[in-house]
């Protein structure tokens, strides 16, 4: 997915963005993970089933509610293969920006469940963080060998760079220059 700043379509990168997501088998994708510093998310929790499927396209998205604490099991497309427990919010509220005809509209949105574990996931991609920082020292440890051989075949697979090769530093500092890119 490329783009340059002067002539941006931001529906195309959507669309692109969703198309990648369900070819390689997710249910989210945000913009720092296909190398776009804008705080974009996509996602689709039921793309599998056509009668039931979805597109959430959320530009600018900042989670305002949060509510009932559950663990998890979670997986990112970033690392293939790893899951971990993770804390998140079984219900929460979102306000994002919305493009209509050229025009940003700010919404709110409530999700529950598999979407809103999905929202935040993506969501804190967007803040700089991916799920090796919610890891474990065991779970890093268990995971060290997968960790090592994605790192070089993610940039093959997706033809973008693979998170795990930044420092946990620079996806922090990353994350400031991100909030301030909004679309």
């Known amino acids: 997915i490329s783009y340059t700043e002067e002539n941006i379509n931001w529906s195309e990168i959507a669309s ?22 804008k705080n974009i ?13 979805q597109d959430y396209i959320l530009y600018n998205p900042e989670i305002v509610v949060k509510q009932n604490k559950i663990l998890c099991q ?9 899951f971990i427990e993770t804390e998140r919010y079984a219900n929460v509220v979102v306000e994002y920006d919305q493009l209509l005809e050229g025009k940003s509209i700010r919404k709110f949105a409530k ?3 598999l979407q809103a574990q999905v929202v935040q996931h993506e969501f804190f991609h967007t803040q700089g963080l991916s799920l090796v920082d919610y890891a474990t020292p065991v779970d890093k440890v268990k995971f060290s060998w997968i ?24 996806r922090k ?11």
């Open 147 to 170: 960790l090592k051989n994605q790192a070089s075949m993610y940039d093959v697979i997706t033809n973008y760079p693979n998170p795990v090769k930044l420092p946990g530093r620079i």
């Open 41 to 53: 998310i996509v996602f689709n929790t039921t793309y599998k089933d056509p009668e039931k499927s």
């Open 74 to 82: 979670e997986g990112c497309l970033s690392y293939p293969g790893i």
């Open 111 to 113: 999700f529950a469940d």
């Open 16 to 37: 692109e963005m969703l198309a990648l997501m369900k070819k390689l088998g997710g249910i989210g994708l945000s913009g720092p993970q296909v190398g776009i510093l």
């Open 173 to 183: 500092q990353l994350r400031a220059v991100i909030l301030m890119l909004k679309i």
